[in-house]
Each structure stands twice: as structure tokens, then as C-alpha cells.
């Protein structure tokens, strides 16, 4: 053997005897292949990457340590970077999410943000900051999962983080509930995906995706209450996107044949996780169905605009496919480690999609179906409602008829379209009913 060789033995030698002294590096099937809670210890200088937050690419190094079975196993040298947008702020997560790198590997870990009590959320993008939240949001993966929605793996976790900079050089420890999150790479392996469509480089969901992978999406989202995403569906389309974000909190896969999918991920600003959205009455009047929770409004509000995108036959095989699988998302609920406040509040999301959506009556509900529909304060017609911002759109839904007069009807609009959120704030949408021509009201749309 020349020595070229023997060193290349030597050397391989030695990289296993390390692995399985450490009980060697997990792969991308070992985290997800159960759903039972894995606990994990993470050591490493957190104080130094939190000080660094705002910093992009900054990282640290650390060891993590977990049981598989009787076994203990160890990676060194994992790269620890801090992830996300908005949660690596200061002022909103004082813990927030983190990614974490191996040689030959990398996982994506939902944390708990902070450790807020009670239900109350942050100011600003409306977190839940403590450690139910990341149970809820594992949840939520797991019942995306159950309902047959393209999504990223998740394995619930507990996690305790050793400070090897804690103060006076102690290190000092915290343990918190989290989770593990597939990452992007081990997901496109592992669904066959031959690549990845950068945000710059997406058109629209209706050029790149089918109708039927677009509606499921659109469903999935009104069922967990989030409005923390974005996609272009077609070209010019504002509906809650700029030029700069046609995609957000979305993966675009492509498959060789020349196809792509959407993934959806990223939900701990949803409803169903922090429970409520601080911003409602900004953009949705709460009389709109007066005696429903708030995350029926939402969820009709998502819903609703779908039917702007899609034909009826695929609005109906969308619906009848989530139907087929209501009693397992209820099952999957029950049976989930969530916090009893929390179960209320996805049972209401859960309770809002399926009478939302089950009903044909219901579904199609009564909506603007005339071009140029304009609303007004008064039967008259003498005070148009923030005219600046032009004709009520074709499909936003009508509420209740509150009165009438002559041709003209007095009723709540929910502003399904975003026509009138902020920046724009009409007050006279958002916080009263309006009056509309009674001929510009219609259910057979689409």
C-alpha cells in the first residue's frame, strides 16, 4: 500500500472511530422518523450571537447533545446562526429562532422567542413570546400534515440551552419546550425536487403552480388564521404582496418534468398560534358576523378571496378534499401536547374552516358581483365612502342585509381584498355598514 493510501485509511479510520463515539451524525430521516418529544442539549456562547442578531451570516460554535435510545449522542462543532426576519429583532424576541449546521447536515429550531406570561402578544408583529408557542406551532406543521398539505417535517423538542458565556464566566443553563424544523435542502431531497425557485426569479402562482397545489395552499392558510405570507398569484396582483415579495413564508420547489409546488412554513404569528391578531379592527369589522369569534372572520376573510382565483370545480374539489379529513383534525388535536387555552383557540379556527367552507350555501355566500360598485354613508348616494380609494372590488363579501331602501341595501362589507387596509385606513369599511346597490349583490360567483 503506497503511503498516500495508508494515510487515507488512517484518516477514514479515525472519522469513524469519532463518529460512533459520538453515535455519529444523524441524517435527515433521523429527526422527523417519530413525533414523541426529543430533548436535546444545545451549548454555546448565546450571548454573543444575541448581541449579534441583527448581523446576517454571524455565528457561533457549539456541541449538541441528545439520547437515542440508551445511547448518547454528540456533534461538536455545530455552526449556530441566528434565522428568521422580523423575530431577530431585539425588541421582539429576546430568544429568537435559530439554525444549526454540521458537516453534512443543518436543522431549523423553533424556539420559544421569550418568556412572557399569560396570553398577551408583542407589540409590534404579534408573537406569542413563550414557550406554548412553539408546541402550538409543531402542532400546526403536524396538522398541516394530517390534512395532506405540502409543508416542512417538524419533531417536537425540549431544549436546554447551556450560556458557555454565562455571567462572571459561569455557564449557566435554561430549559425551554421548541422544536426541530426540516431544512430547506433536506426537503427538496427528500420530496424528489430537482431545485429551488429564488424570490427574485418567481412570476406568479399562475404561470409556475397548478390551480389545485394553489387552492389547497390558500385553504390551508385561512384554516390557521395566518395572514404572515404572500404570494403573487398572478401578474399584477397587490392582494398583500409588493413588487419586491411576490413570494413569503413560501418555498417554490421544481421537479424535472419541468413542474413546481408550493411549501408553506413559518406560522407563529398565526392566529391558531398566538391565539389573536392585534391588528383586526384595522382591517375587518367584527359585525361582519356578529356572534362568531373573531377567527371565523379571518378565516371567511382568506376563504372568501379564494374565490376570486379559482373556478368552482376547483374550489369544490379543494373544499370536498379538506372535508374528507375534518375528523382526523379534530383527532390530531385531541391528541396533541398543546396548552388547554391553546386547543380553545385552534378548535375555534378549526370550527370556523369547516362551517365556512362545508356548506355550498355558506361558501358561496352573497358578494359584490358588479364592476364599478361604489359604497355610500347614506341611502341617498350623496356620500360616497372613501371614494379616493375607488369601487368596492368584484367578490368582497356582504354581510347580513341591515336595511333597505328603494334599490339600495345597508350591510357590513368584509374587506376580504385588502382594498382598504393600511395605509389607506377607511374607517367608514373597517368600523360600519355601508350602502350598496341592491342589483350589485350577487352569490353566483365564481
Not at 105 to 132: E, F, M, S, W
Not at 342 to 367: H, N, Q
Request: hydrophobic content about 40%; proline content about 5%.
Amino acid at each position: 500500500m503506497r503511503a498516500s493510501s495508508r494515510l487515507l485509511a488512517a484518516l477514514i479510520f479515525a472519522a469513524c472511530a469519532a463518529a460512533a463515539a459520538h453515535g455519529g451524525a444523524p441524517g435527515a430521516d433521523d429527526w422527523f422518523t417519530a413525533s414523541t418529544t426529543l430533548a436535546l442539549r444545545l451549548e454555546a456562547p448565546f450571548n454573543d450571537l444575541f448581541a449579534h442578531a441583527q448581523q446576517d451570516g454571524y455565528a457561533v460554535r457549539g456541541s449538541l447533545t441528545w439520547r437515542d435510545g440508551s445511547t448518547e449522542r454528540r456533534l461538536d462543532e455545530v455552526k449556530i446562526t441566528v434565522r428568521g426576519h422580523t423575530s431577530r429583532r431585539e425588541s421582539e424576541c429576546t430568544f429568537p429562532k435559530l439554525k444549526l449546521a454540521w458537516s453534512g447536515g443543518a436543522v431549523k429550531v423553533g424556539t420559544h422567542c421569550g418568556d412572557a406570561t399569560g396570553d398577551a402578544v408583542t407589540p409590534r408583529y404579534g408573537r406569542l413570546a413563550n414557550q406554548r408557542s412553539a408546541v402550538r406551532e409543531a402542532f400546526v406543521y403536524r396538522l398541516l400534515e394530517t390534512l395532506g398539505v405540502p409543508t416542512l417535517r417538524v419533531r417536537p423538542a425540549e431544549i436546554t440551552y447551556v450560556y458557555a458565556d454565562g455571567e462572571g464566566g459561569h455557564d449557566s443553563s435554561i430549559t425551554r419546550h421548541a422544536f426541530l424544523l426540516e431544512d430547506d435542502d433536506a426537503a427538496r431531497e427528500r420530496l424528489g425536487a430537482s431545485g429551488a425557485i429564488a424570490e427574485d426569479a418567481f412570476t406568479n402562482a399562475r404561470d409556475r403552480f397548478s390551480p389545485d397545489d394553489t387552492a389547497r395552499l390558500a385553504f390551508a392558510e385561512a384554516l390557521i388564521g395566518n395572514f404572515d405570507w404572500c404570494l403573487r398569484f398572478f401578474k399584477g396582483d397587490t392582494y398583500r404582496c409588493d413588487a419586491r415579495h411576490p413570494l413569503w413564508n413560501l418555498l417554490a420547489f421544481t421537479w424535472p418534468d419541468g413542474t413546481a409546488r408550493p411549501l408553506m412554513y413559518d406560522f407563529d404569528v398565526s392566529g391558531a398560534v398566538a391565539g389573536y391578531h392585534r391588528w383586526f379592527a384595522d382591517i375587518f369589522d367584527e359585525q361582519f358576523l356578529p356572534d362568531k369569534p373573531h377567527a371565523a372572520i379571518e378565516v371567511a376573510a382568506q376563504l372568501q378571496h379564494a374565490r376570486s382565483l379559482f373556478d368552482r370545480p376547483v374550489l369544490d374539489a379543494t373544499r370536498h378534499a379538506f372535508a374528507a379529513k375534518r375528523e382526523a383534525a379534530y383527532g390530531a388535536l385531541a391528541d396533541s401536547a398543546v396548552d388547554g387555552d391553546g386547543k380553545k383557540v385552534m378548535t375555534e379556527y378549526l370550527d370556523a374552516f369547516f362551517d365556512a367552507m362545508t356548506s355550498d350555501a355558506v361558501f358561496y355566500r352573497p358578494v359584490i358581483t358588479a364592476a364599478r360598485t361604489r359604497a355610500y354613508a347614506d341611502a341617498d348616494r350623496s356620500t360616497p365612502v372613501c371614494p379616493s380609494v375607488g369601487p368596492v372590488p368584484i367578490g368582497t363579501p356582504v354581510g347580513d342585509v341591515l336595511q333597505t331602501k328603494g334599490d339600495m341595501v345597508q350591510a357590513v362589507l368584509l374587506d376580504a381584498m385588502w382594498k382598504y387596509a393600511p395605509p389607506v385606513k377607511c374607517a367608514a369599511v373597517h368600523k360600519s355598514p355601508v350602502w350598496i346597490a341592491k342589483s350589485a349583490i350577487g352569490t353566483n360567483y365564481p
